[in-house]
Structure formats: C-alpha cells, structure tokens
C-alpha cells in the first residue's frame, strides 16, 4: 500500500472524533497529513480553519483537520477514572542527571559550539483501565494561564491515539500583520506556601543560569523573525510568567510584519523547534538530544494550534503533555540544560514539570 493511501486510510480513520483545543471544540470532519515545511511551502490558502499538531522532529509528518465546530464533547469512557497501576521512567533519574551533566560539560568547553540543549525524559504509566483524555484534558483547563488540548492521532493501530495536555508557551499568534510570540524558559517550583512561592519566584527573576537559558531563546526567535518584520520589539529582560504548579522566566516579543500575507505556516516552519525545546546552534542541540533521550519524542515539544482562510493563526508549544492510548500513557518533561545546570536540580525541575499532568492522571508524586 502506497503512502498516500495509509495516510487517507489514517485520515478516514479519525473522521468523527472530537478534538478541543483551549476553548474552542469539535468533530473532525477532514484531515490533511504533511510536514510542517511542506504545508508552508505550498502557501495555498486553506478554504477553512483548520486545527492541528506537528512533531518535535520537523522531518516527520503532522496533522491538520477540519472541524464542525461542537461544545459538546463526547464522553469517551463513562466508566469509572483509571487507576495507576505502574509507572517507568525512561531513563531512570540517575541516567538523565548523567546526560546533564555530560551536556553542560559539553556547554562549558569553549571548543564546542553548543550553548545550550533541551534534554527531556519520559515517564510510563500502565492504568487499570482505559484512560478518558478529555476528562484529562478538563482537568487541565482548570488552571487559566495554561492552553488545555486533547487531540486525536491518527494511525494503523487497534486505540487511538491522543495527545493531550496543557501548555503555558505561546510560540507563534499572527493576526494580519501583526505577530506575537511568547517564549518561556528558566523554571521554579511553585510552593503551597505564599512566602515560599513568593521566594522561589525571586530567585528564578534573580538566577544567572535561568536568564542565561533564557536569553538564548529570545536571541534565536528575534533573529528568525527580524527579516520577515518592519518592527520587532523585545522587552530588555523577562517577566515572570505562571502556571498553577511552575514560574517561567517569560518574554513577549511582538512585530509587525513587513508583508502582512506572509502565511502563518511559514513562519511557524521557520520557528520550530526554538531553544525552548531544542537548544543552540539547532544542528548540535539535536545531536546531543538524539544522543541523551531513549525514547522518540513525537509530538511532545512540537507546535500545535490552527490556520484559517486569511493564513493567521495561534500556535503553542507542545509541552506538559501526554500520548495517551488505551490504558497506557507516556508523559514527557524536559529542562534546559546550559553549562552552570546542576543534574539533580534538572531532575527536580522535570518532576516539577511533571505535577500538572500526574495530578490530572491521578498519579501520586510518590508513585
Ligand atoms: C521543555 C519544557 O519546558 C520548556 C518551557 C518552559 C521552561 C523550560 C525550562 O525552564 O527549561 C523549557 O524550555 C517542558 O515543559 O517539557
């Protein structure tokens, strides 16, 4: 079977499913597979919204659906919740504060170009019984600074498969010629504590190794956007930026483009992935994320949102998510590492990382 017929074969699959994304909710009545860079290419002008999700590997193809737009929103499994039944990590905690450090080595060898990679780890959760990923995904949506998403993945596989999650990062808003971006990166802990939470915030604002991971994400999407902008404005330093569990040294950057028809998918190909989940320089990011991760990212820490009729549209990073299929669930978190990145505060900062999507699973921390 060729692969245009696996694909509409996968396409004709998931016709039917619903699919959220923030507040916006529907049934997927079409669906297109391709690269993200492809879809730019071709520049044609989609005749509706369409909605969707692209993988951390710009290589690989992602998905696009048309929806008939729908509030309400099937109850998958009327059954009771799962419940945890056992958790993997891959790879154990000890072998992922091995890969940072031997990154943040590398980072601090003024012969290797690497200034920073985004090293990521992946916990497996096996449950008593079929997950539900919109209840997931409700769950989520509870916290208002976060973009809750439950979408479906098509494919030759006997579940479906569902991406879900809750993302804090807003990678790309284009409303005519206007452009916006809000990249996050440098990461605390929230804590119960109002005087605790208010410390940790203040050392986050005040941290040299959070500023300088996050300074090299705000230098890579100022300098991919700058030929395309007549203005790019970029605020000198951070903001502190919040979710209901992490505080993120965060950046709003916003333009006017020089051509205000320069299609959003294009600018999103030139964008993704940013340091925020790679690294830089991209190439030795890759290589050293390639080298560190036992596991296929997927759509974790790829870009998901929609595109309408006029090439505008609203993309955000793929973060705090989970593939979830049948009663099985992997759960992705990754830290910048940088060369002052000390192994075990990275391995608490994933399994801070992590809080959002084990409290909406039900999975204790000490599981
Ligand atoms: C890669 C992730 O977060 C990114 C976004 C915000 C802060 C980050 C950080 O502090 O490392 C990461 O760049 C993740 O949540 O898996």
């Not at 520049?43 to 992602?62: I, L, T, V, W």
């Not at 009771?80 to 056992?86: E, H, I, M």
Request: proline letters at 6%; glycine letters at 6%; a negative charge.
């Amino acid at each position: 079977m060729s692969e245009l017929a696996i694909s509409l074969q996968s396409a004709a699959s998931c016709a039917g499913l619903p699919l959220r994304l923030g507040s916006l909710g529907g049934v997927i009545e079409e669906a297109q597979s391709d690269t993200l860079a492809n879809l730019a290419r071709t520049h044609s002008p989609f005749d509706r919204r369409m909605y969707g999700a692209f993988p951390f590997a710009r290589e690989k193809a992602g998905w696009l659906y048309g929806i008939r737009p729908d509030s309400h929103q099937a109850d998958l499994n009327k059954a009771k919740p799962a419940r945890a039944l056992d958790l993997c990590r891959l790879p154990s905690q000890d072998a992922y504060g091995e890969a940072v450090a031997a990154t943040a080595a590398q980072v601090a060898d003024a012969a290797n170009p690497l200034r920073k990679a985004v090293l990521a780890r992946a916990l497996d959760l096996r449950t008593d019984r079929a997950l539900d990923p919109f209840a997931v995904a409700k769950r989520l949506g509870t916290d208002p600074h976060v973009t809750a998403y439950c979408l479906p993945l098509p494919g030759r596989r006997a579940e479906t498969r569902w991406l879900v999650g809750a993302t804090p990062e807003l990678l790309l808003r284009k409303t005519g010629g206007d452009i916006r971006s809000h990249p996050l990166a440098g990461s605390a802990r929230r804590r119960e504590d109002a005087r605790e939470d208010a410390d940790a915030r203040a050392a986050l604002l005040g941290s040299e190794k959070d500023n300088v991971e996050h300074r090299v994400v705000v230098e890579y999407i100022h300098d991919i956007l700058a030929p395309y902008c007549s203005a790019l404005s970029v605020p000198d330093a951070p903001q502190l930026d919040r979710t209901a569990s992490m505080w993120h040294l965060g950046t709003c950057i916003d333009g006017t483009l020089r051509d205000a028809d320069t299609p959003c998918l294009e600018l999103l190909a030139a964008l993704h992935p940013t340091p925020a989940v790679a690294g830089a320089p991209l190439r030795e990011a890759l290589q050293a994320i390639a080298e560190a991760e036992p596991f296929d990212r997927d759509f974790y820490a790829g870009t998901l949102g929609w595109v309408n009729e006029a090439n505008d549209g609203e993309w955000h990073v793929t973060l705090r998510c989970a593939m979830i299929e049948g009663r099985a669930a992997r759960l992705f978190a990754g830290a910048g590492i940088v060369a002052a990145s000390d192994p075990l505060e990275e391995v608490a900062e994933t399994r801070a990382k992590f809080i959002a999507m084990r409290r909406a699973l039900g999975i204790a921390e000490s599981l």
